[in-house]
């Protein structure tokens, strides 16, 4: 199959995106970079073939290397979620020439360089609405003066299979034509129960890096996620304490703190917290503390017990042969940080369909 679009991930973490991208055959991913080295490392694992550039974009050198790389194995197409941490109202007066909007702006540079035929720029749902829509302008403007159509909206990762609501910005960027967002894919949503009720064996503290599956698929999902996979990989239950175990007791199946005594439901003031998961709905967005289960819905359904770094991966629309690795933080935060694969590649469907023909 011939590669028609060959990328550069910028930002990348863990990849999620980039493998997203690749479920569609005429896209590969040439060069990767990030200033993680552990969500890097995974990245090189599931993706070996791809070349690393481990450093911060801002240092004139890794920049300077991320250019001549990617001119040398002709990149044709950039993707990647700049932080935009000056997208506030405090930040309006200074625009995208905030300081804190740096890497945004860094991100714009590389593609005025490269000049990619596609960019995708993808960030928080607030994005758009931030100062009554401010910033977004500031963007569109910005694009436009490098020479490009755009495409611009809110995707629910629902709408393309993954068992969640995560919502995304995305900027679909092209040099020769508007191409459309994808549209929505299904009315019937991935459920929680479609994603991960063959995993639902372990209590705190069980399971390993690696082991045999034990259990047959129970959904359509199930079947996709485990094709290809020999083994299970990341299926450990944390180790929570006793008192966490005993407050999760007390919550019934799929329901949340309002389940507990006043004595017992902590300093968190928010209502999701101590949450369950709802077999039937997809889960809230997978964020990089999933594992805690005061941290808000992230707890199974009905074992007392947070969701484990596969369930997790599954319900962001990782394939169970995507190997996570590194401490238990930096997988959390490679996971909760993730574009969903399934995401990914609807927007890679929409790009090839859109411009096969020409």
Same mark, same amino acid.
Request: hydrophobic share 35%; with cysteine; aromatic share 10%.
């Given at each position: ?108 540079? *590389?593609?005025? =360089?490269?000049?990619?035929? !596609? ?7 607030? /994005?758009?609405? %931030?100062?009554? @829509? ?108 006793? *008192?966490?175990? =005993?407050?999760?007791?007390? !919550? ?7 389940? /507990?005594?006043? %004595?017992?439901? @902590? ?92």
């Amino acid at each position: 199959m011939q590669v028609d679009f060959r990328i550069l991930d910028l930002f990348s973490g863990a990849g999620g995106f980039s493998y997203g991208m690749e479920k569609n055959a005429h896209f590969k991913t040439a060069v990767a970079t990030d200033f993680n080295a552990d969500a890097l490392k995974t990245f090189k694992h599931n993706k070996p073939e791809t070349e690393i550039i481990t450093g911060d974009i801002t240092d004139a050198k890794v920049k300077n290397s991320i250019i001549e790389i990617s001119k040398s194995k002709q990149v044709n197409m950039i993707i990647g979620g700049p932080p935009c941490q000056g997208f506030s109202l405090k930040g309006k007066k200074l625009g995208l020439e905030d300081k804190r909007n740096y890497l945004f702006k860094e991100y714009l540079c *590389i593609v005025k =360089e490269l000049q990619p035929e !596609i960019f995708i720029i993808e960030n928080v749902k607030a /994005l758009l609405s %931030t100062s009554a @829509g401010w910033f977004k302008d500031q963007i569109i403007e910005n694009i436009k003066q490098l020479g490009y159509f755009v495409d611009y909206g809110v995707l629910t990762a629902s709408n393309f299979g993954v068992p969640q609501s995560r919502q995304r910005t995305v900027f679909l960027c092209c040099k020769s034509q508007k191409i459309s967002l994808p549209e929505i894919q299904t009315t019937k949503p991935t459920t929680v129960r479609d994603a991960i009720s063959d995993l639902a064996y372990l209590n705190s503290g069980e399971g390993d890096f690696e082991q045999d599956y034990t259990t047959a698929p129970q959904s359509e999902y199930q079947k996709l996620m485990r094709c290809n996979s020999t083994k299970l990989y990341n299926h450990k239950a944390s180790n929570h304490a006793q *008192i966490a175990i =005993e407050k999760l007791k007390l !919550i019934p199946p799929e329901c949340g703190k309002e389940y /507990l005594p006043e %004595t017992m439901t @902590g300093r968190q003031k928010f209502s999701g917290t101590w949450g369950r998961l709802k077999w039937d709905s997809p889960s809230p967005t997978i964020d990089t503390r999933f594992d805690a289960c005061s941290n808000g819905t992230n707890n199974h359904p009905f074992l007392n017990r947070s969701i484990t770094t596969r369930e997790a991966a599954r319900l962001q629309s990782f394939d169970d042969n995507f190997v996570f690795l590194g401490s238990k933080v930096a997988i959390r935060q490679q996971i909760g940080n993730a574009v969903p694969p399934l995401m990914a590649k609807a927007i890679a469907n929409a790009i090839y369909n859109s411009l096969k023909d020409k």
